[in-house]
């Protein structure tokens, strides 16, 4: 079993910056596709990046492309976003999220283990 704490919240003006962590416990993930998904009120949570076991291979949504980069340290089991350029539609509860090599890394459903989620608000 795979628990996840998600920290680095806050909140933030419009252009500032943020680093999320993702610190894994139970067992270690460094086999594990690792994604940061995001959920603003009254709407679906959303994929926003994702990176293979590898730190190779990345992923993003078009929406942070540029903006947000995905890391992970799999000595220290942890995983991170770092979040430039806020803008206040960024606004939301971050997730991360931990699953297996195969399968597709952009949709919740795909995903085994969940942190509880950190919420970050932009201001303008």
């Known amino acids: 079993q795979v628990q996840l704490e998600e920290s680095g919240g806050g909140l933030v003006q419009a252009g500032g910056s943020l680093r999320l962590s993702c610190a894994a416990s139970?067992?270690?993930?460094?086999?594990?596709?690792v994604g940061w998904f995001r959920q603003a009120p009254g709407k679906e949570r959303e994929f926003v990046a994702a990176?293979?076991?590898?730190?190779?291979?990345?992923y993003y949504a078009n929406s942070v492309k540029g903006r947000f980069t995905i890391s992970r340290d799999n000595a220290k089991n942890t995983a991170y976003l770092q979040m430039n350029s806020l803008k206040p539609e960024d606004t939301a509860v971050y997730y991360c999220a931990a699953k297996g090599p195969s399968g597709t890394y952009y949709i919740t459903s795909g995903y085994d283990y969940w942190g509880q989620g950190t919420q970050v608000t932009v201001s303008s």
């Open positions: 990176i293979g076991w590898n730190r190779y291979s990345t």
């Open positions: 139970g067992r270690t993930i460094s086999s594990y596709v």
